[in-house]
């Protein structure tokens, strides 16, 4: 079993609909969880950036965590077809230094928003 | 400010060969990164630099990969006697505290 499972879809949704898109884990010392955009032939874009559960939002992003059941969620509100992307979540624990230790990535979900 | 820069954007090789890709981190970031994405698939963690200490290269899958990091500033990742297998884009990535790490747009790496 991979530590970080994740849909890798495609997920096809109409312009203005709402996105969610999810990521399970197993090891229970990560503490931060992050969400990239990956284009294709780019390198991967830091989106969302959260430490512990909760919620975080970002315009028309919101970033959930619920570290009992290790199920962090990525929400894209009002998609549009400029979210058409591969969307990576990625989990670390943090270094004694204070920096992000490796991240452990899931597969990534490639998103397609239609007009 | 500017961000992560690797070079060269693309290289092809003939098996066999080695082959050296440069990484140069965002200004002042401790913690360096490398990892690995072949077609189609999700990003495969190789080596760990931070600051002064031992890197964690945990994730180097043979031998025939090493990195080197001066300090904090630029990186190489060298594959000798590259194999077919190891074609991929190779992305490099750096941090300090807070959010990140922050990528770089990768080198495609082909293998003939």
């Known amino acids: 079993q991979k530590e970080v499972e994740q849909d890798p879809g495609p997920l096809s949704v109409p312009e203005g609909a709402i996105v969610s898109l999810n990521c399970t884990y197993s090891?229970?010392?990560?503490?931060?969880f992050m969400w990239y955009r990956q284009y294709s032939r780019k390198g991967p874009e830091l989106l969302m950036y959260?430490?512990?559960?909760g919620n975080k939002e970002d315009g028309r992003f919101t970033a959930q965590v619920d570290k009992s059941s290790k199920y962090i969620s990525l929400f894209i509100r009002d998609s549009q077809p400029s979210d058409s992307a591969t969307y990576l979540c990625?989990?670390?624990?943090?270094?004694?230094?204070?920096?992000?230790?490796?991240?452990?990535f899931g597969t990534g979900t490639r998103l397609q928003v239609t007009l | 400010g500017a961000g992560v820069s690797q070079s060269p954007s693309n290289k092809v090789t003939e098996k066999g060969k080695d082959v050296e890709l440069r990484c140069d981190p965002i200004?002042?970031?401790?913690?360096l990164y490398w990892y690995r994405q072949r077609l189609g698939q999700g990003l495969e963690f190789l080596i760990y630099?931070?600051?002064?200490?031992?890197?964690?290269k945990s994730g180097l899958p043979s031998d025939r990969f090493s990195a080197e990091r001066t300090g904090e500033s630029v990186s190489t990742l060298t594959i000798q006697r590259t194999q077919q297998e190891d074609s991929a884009v190779y992305l490099c990535?750096?941090?300090?505290?807070?959010?990140?790490?922050?990528f770089g747009p990768g080198t495609r790496l082909l293998v003939l």
């Open positions: 090891n229970s010392a990560f503490q931060y």
């Open positions: 959260t430490y512990s559960s």
């Open positions: 990535a750096s941090s300090l505290y807070g959010p990140g790490p922050y």
């Open positions: 990625a989990m670390t624990q943090r270094a004694s230094t204070g920096t992000a230790s490796k991240l452990t």
């Open positions: 630099f931070q600051g002064n200490s031992a890197p964690d």
């Open positions: 200004s002042g970031h401790t913690a």
